[in-house]
């Protein structure tokens, strides 16, 4: 695997290549970022992957300053999963000038659920793909189904900007007990460890009643409940159209949202009805 720090060397490095599967991440990687890079192996003629910390996409009062830096291990994971180019930027490299230029995602879909309890989250999420895209020039991308709402925010801003690429959905890799993974799930106590699976336990249980014909403002005001009992605070736990988050009418494809903090630490996860 070639390691490369700058656009000029990714350019470089990808100019043999014509069909890049792309796969951009955080770093402090767990097996669910594994599974996505071996899933793009099957798609292009080169796998990439990013490793950045985005500043744009993270709110005051977060957790930018003491999320988790691994590139090392990070590389390690990624060489044995066959990557193929490891992007690894500065933030010099990557925000050489301050960002001025920021893409606004439809607030239809990116100021509801995560958008409303982290003003701005998407449009610097966007920026940051954005930019990404434009260095990688990739032909696939993968991105997880755990961040559901990402993936359909980031569908929307490839297909609305006719860019030459196909957004390419991840399924959500899960603990033995069904926590989803998550690079945040290291913040947790081995206590909260346990009681963290009861996220996806409630929206299962949430899918469960929506299927049986339940009242869906009910099935969510008990989801709120349960969880505040055990305590979390959740932020939301909702049955929405699987399409585009919207309320659902009679017949849509659902989606169960969940959203809840344990401790100091935002779990979120979402399963399809």
Same mark, same amino acid.
Request: net charge positive; with cysteine.
């Given at each position: 695997m070639h $390691? $490369?720090?700058?656009?000029? =060397? /990714?350019? =470089?490095? /990808?100019?043999a290549f014509r069909a890049a599967a792309f796969v &951009?991440?955080?770093g402090n990687l767990h097996a669910g970022h594994i599974a996505l890079v071996r899933q793009a192996r099957e798609l292009g003629d080169v796998t990439v992957a990013s490793i950045f910390v985005n500043? +744009?996409?993270?709110l005051p009062h977060e957790d930018f300053d003491s999320y988790p830096r691994t590139l090392a291990e990070d590389a390690d994971k990624l060489a044995g999963a066959g990557?193929?180019?490891l992007f690894a930027p500065s933030e010099r490299e990557l925000y050489p000038e301050p960002q001025t230029f920021r893409v606004l995602p439809d607030p239809q879909l990116a100021d509801l659920l995560e958008g409303q309890f982290r003003p701005?989250?998407?449009?610097?999420?966007?920026?940051?793909?954005?930019? +990404?895209?434009q260095c990688v020039q990739p032909r696939f991308a993968v991105f997880g189904e755990k961040d559901y709402q990402q993936l359909l925010v980031t569908r929307?801003? $490839?297909?609305?900007f006719a860019m030459p690429l196909e957004i390419v959905a991840g399924t959500t890799c899960r603990a033995e007990d069904g926590l989803a993974l998550s690079s945040r799930n290291g913040y947790l106590s081995a206590e909260q460890r346990r009681e963290a699976v009861q996220l996806s336990r409630v929206l299962a249980r949430m899918g469960e009643q929506a299927r049986a014909g339940e009242d869906l403002a009910g099935i969510e005001g008990a989801a709120m409940t349960t969880l505040a009992q055990r305590?979390?605070? &959740?932020?939301?736990?909702? /049955?929405?159209r699987r399409a585009d988050l919207q309320?659902?009418?009679?017949?849509?494809?659902?989606v169960a949202l969940g959203a809840a903090r344990l401790g100091a630490t935002r779990l979120i996860d979402n399963i399809a009805v």
């Open positions: $390691v $490369v720090h700058t656009i000029a =060397e /990714l350019r =470089e490095r /990808l100019s &951009p991440t955080m500043r +744009l996409q993270f990557c193929g180019v701005g989250f998407f449009t610097g999420v966007c920026t940051v793909v954005m930019k +990404l895209f929307a801003m $490839v297909r609305q305590g979390w605070a &959740p932020d939301y736990l909702v /049955l929405r309320v659902p009418a009679p017949g849509d494809a659902l």
